[in-house]
């Protein structure tokens, strides 16, 4: 087998990096934009060091109910980015996350329950396909879910959470979210 030269390895290595940079960027940036349509503001917490997802913390200030206890609070929510093609059981998308990041937002608190997002990227982004966060959120592409009180993971690696197809995360989705949470509203994990 030939040898490949260093530079082409980095070079090759590069490449790998900035489509991985990107997914989380455009993942960003999709949060960003649902946040503002919703009036919201959304602050980068951190990249996952896979590379397919992101934290971020969307910040509300205003009174989105008149029973509302809270008026300036933050929703933290982690985004895991896939392909299409995932599973479906029981009519729900299965995805396969990580049992740290499953253990975080399982073990939230019910007064500031931690969400996940999944955002199916078509078939030809990593094709160089033009797409922006703007299209994401017109083609309805994020699936939101709360794993408050989920039960414990069952394994060590991986945990499959299925994501309901009717919790599509829109603006108004978000703000609905927002509203419960202002409200005190627990969120019940459906699995």
């Keep these: 087998m030939p040898k490949v030269p260093a530079k082409s390895q980095l070079a090759r290595a590069a490449v790998a990096l900035d489509k991985v ?19 919201f503001t959304c602050t980068w917490v951190g ?23 809270l008026k300036d609070f933050a929703l933290d929510f ?49 094709d160089g396909h ?17 794993l408050s009180g989920a039960p414990q993971a069952p394994n060590t690696t991986a945990t499959p959470v299925c994501f309901p197809p009717w919790n599509v995360l829109t603006p108004a989705a978000l703000r609905e979210i927002a509203r419960r949470v202002a409200l005190g509203s627990r969120f019940f994990h459906e699995q």
Excluded: N
């Design 21 to 39: 940079d990107s997914k989380a960027m455009l993942g960003y940036a999709y949060l960003r934009k649902l946040a503002s349509e919703a009036d």
């Design 47 to 69: 990249q996952h060091s896979d590379g397919w997802g992101v934290d971020v913390r969307l910040d509300v200030h205003e009174e989105l109910d008149p029973q509302a206890r």
């Design 78 to 126: 982690q985004l895991r980015i896939t392909s299409p093609g995932l599973p479906v059981v029981d009519g729900k998308f299965l995805f396969s996350l990580e049992v740290d990041r499953y253990e975080t937002l399982r073990s939230a608190t019910s007064e500031r329950p931690r969400f996940i997002v999944l955002l199916s990227l078509p078939s030809d982004f990593d």
């Design 130 to 146: 033009a797409l922006s966060a703007k299209d994401l959120v017109a083609h309805r592409s994020g699936r939101w879910l709360c």
